[in-house]
């Protein structure tokens, strides 16, 4: 892989060495006996796009709890399809690649009907990328699995209706609106700041404080590199629209919740220590787990909105990625994704609760849909591994990680610096001679994560930021790059 605008850039990879040692040191064995279904048979469905989107991580937690693994992938990207094909080919019980960049609900139909007939039983069905999120539903639907229906995943993907829904019920102080030629110069030229996104969306891409300077061609160049875009293209939608809503001040966080039977668990809250804006993306450079800016009290209470939130919008199963800013006490939802978190934020959260991450957590929660003692038992778990708001012990762990992002130009050289503190787990995803070219979206680098006792973090913390921020070293070609 050549050029890192292509679809299925690097930041859907995860380095397969890593994500298999987490998994063989955190992942204990299950037994599913009592829930009445027969082993030898039975599996679960896996969505993969391109290739990619957390597979190895879902096949090894399956392997671990005895179960098969059928993947259904969209097509990867040229120069590599055959390659991933023929590796996941090897690594699944059953593999099967359209030749399309995305599926759709016709593929997955086929791939039920085809498990079907050779006598496979398919207990779940799970999916990592946002975009099958709604073919995921579909699918546990047809399946008899209890899971996140199909309109309200609709509902939090369509920032522009669940902007105003919270607003009208009093959840939101601000509403958004459908973004036009005539209304951008009001919003760019205005002293009060809005903020523009798609309207439906992921990966940062669009999203950007408005100012004197922005046209509407700067959007019409955005909408053109996404329908350009075979992959990324159709998760923003048939009809690329953005809104604009007021810009939310405060300090930004992201709650990781898993809801079962109407009961929604915090597993974990991370604060983002450092974000940059830049012109058409929000890059979440650094995060930190529990957050160090919020009181017990304060989370507590964050919880306590989270709870709210969930019960007015309905939102009685699945796995969510909350992230929402707070000032002066209050909170405002940015966004609600009805998936994992992205980067290192499963692994944080197993490293926090000492026993599993946030994926195999969703996939368990999932499985427990098959017998009502397997429910029971789940809903135990997940009491016992959600986020502790007050805890000092030196046994308790929190963690850090830090997202780099890559720069126009072509890769000359990259390398790992060893600082102080030498991270847990370390992930490249670009190498040398990758070429990157401008995009209006977040292009993954690599990332590290550390882990330090709880109580312990908030003092090293500065250390952590200050030296993570160059531990990664990379050299662009002198004429077109930057230097890191």
Known sequence: MTSINSPTDRALILTRAASILWQMTRTARHDFSDSGVGMSKAGVLILSHCGYSFVENLLIILESRGLKSFVLSSCPAEEQAD????????????????????????????????????????????SVWEGYRPLMALANQQLGVTDLPVKQVDLLRDKLTLRNQLNACGLSRTRATLLTPALLPQMACGDHRYFIKPRVGLASCGTF????????????????????????????????????????????????????????????????????????????????????????????????????????????????????????????????????????ISHSVGIQNGQQDMLAIWLDTLLSQRSQHARLQQQAKLNALAFKVRSDSVTQRGTFFRVYFAH???????????????????????????EITDASREIFLGQLLWECPRNQLKKQLPALLRESRYAIAVKYHPTTGVNL
């Open 408 to 434: 126009r130009g072509r890769i000359d050289s990259i390398s790992l610096r060893t600082p102080p503190h030498e991270p847990l787990l370390s992930q490249l995803f670009l190498h040398e001679g990758d």
């Open 209 to 344: 404080s408005p100012c004197a300077q922005t046209h509407w061609r700067d959007l019409e160049a955005i909408r053109g590199e996404i329908g350009r875009d075979p992959v990324y293209q159709s998760a923003f939608g048939a009809v690329v629209q953005f809104i604009a809503e007021d810009y939310l001040p405060g300090k930004e966080y992201s709650f990781e919740v898993i809801a079962l039977a109407g009961q929604p668990h915090v597993m974990a809250i991370h604060e983002k220590c450092e974000l940059t804006e830049v012109s058409a993306a929000v890059l979440e450079d650094a995060c930190v787990s529990p957050p160090v800016s919020l009181t017990p009290d304060d989370c507590q209470r964050a919880i306590a909105w989270i709870h709210r939130l969930f019960e007015q919008l309905e939102l009685r199963e699945g796995c969510f990625h909350v992230e929402a800013r707070s000032q002066d006490g209050g909170w405002e939802v940015i966004e609600i994704n009805p998936r994992v978190g992205g980067s290192f």
């Open 83 to 126: 390659y991933r094909i023929r590796t996941l080919s090897g690594l699944t019980h059953d593999m099967v690649a359209t030749r399309n960049h995305a599926l759709s609900w016709q593929d997955v139909s086929r791939m039920l009907t085809r498990l079907n007939a050779a006598g496979e039983e398919v207990l779940c069905c799970i």
